[in-house]
């Protein structure tokens, strides 16, 4: 598949990562164009960003914070054939890319996986039951087809967009709307294993605080009822 691929980008804060993972997107994929959306980083994200040299990164600042909204916005500014969306501080999972694109000629959507063969998270205790505890109410309640429904790292075709458009409020909980939506309505879905390293140090953005944590949560859960027993 010789595609045009759309990679999006949302950004807070990455300012110690985010320019090798630009570089290892433009290094693995030819044809390709990257959309980043940053969401008024304090640390200078948006200032090295902006100095890449590169016709193919698209950037747009914006003054809130969002991280369902950022890609909606990174979407709508998107031309390729292919679109995607990589966590911006994990440049590692660049090389699958080209192995995604590839499975995609007999699927429509690919998905990296925790929770298929082979798959594995290495994050907090904390992080690992809270994930595996909204996947398994996901799978009890739409569909245990889909493993890992709060995944976030996918590649699918443009023609997805046809029959599934992301509703893009709240945080991670808007993908998982997403999946099952599109799942529902015969999109052919895969899922690759991929093992999640161990946060870094002071970069999470859902488990800033445990307040924040536990709000998360429950934000999660009232969607997962709400898509479940939604009369559409």
């Known amino acids: 598949m010789n595609k045009k691929v759309s990679i999006i980008l949302s950004t807070y804060n990455e300012a110690e990562v985010i320019e090798d993972t630009i570089k290892k997107i433009f290094e693995t994929l030819e044809n390709v164009e990257i959309v980043l959306v940053d969401d008024n980083s304090s640390d200078g994200t948006y200032e090295i960003v902006k100095a890449i040299n590169n016709p193919n990164l698209k950037i747009y600042s914006r003054e809130v914070r969002g991280l369902a909204s950022a890609f909606l916005l990174g979407l709508i500014n998107t031309n390729g054939d292919v679109v995607g969306w990589i966590d911006s501080n994990m440049s590692f999972l660049t090389k699958r890319l080209p192995e995604m ?120 859960l009232v969607r997962i009822l709400r898509i479940r027993f939604r009369k559409n």
Request: one cysteine or more.
């Open 101 to 220: 694109i590839e499975n995609l000629s007999e699927n429509d959507l690919v998905l990296l996986s925790r929770y298929v063969n082979g798959g594995n998270d290495q994050r907090s205790n904390l992080r690992v039951l809270s994930s595996q505890l909204i996947n398994y109410i996901c799978r009890f309640f739409l569909s245990s087809e889909i493993k890992d429904y709060t995944s976030g790292i996918f590649l699918m075709k443009r023609e997805v967009l046809l029959k599934a458009v992301p509703i893009s409020y709240g945080h991670g909980d808007f993908f998982i709307e997403f999946l099952y939506k599109a799942l529902i309505k015969g999109v052919k879905i895969v899922e690759l294993p991929y093992t999640q390293p161990p946060d870094i140090e002071g970069n999470s953005k859902t488990a800033s605080s445990l307040l924040r944590f536990f709000s998360l949560g429950l934000d999660y």
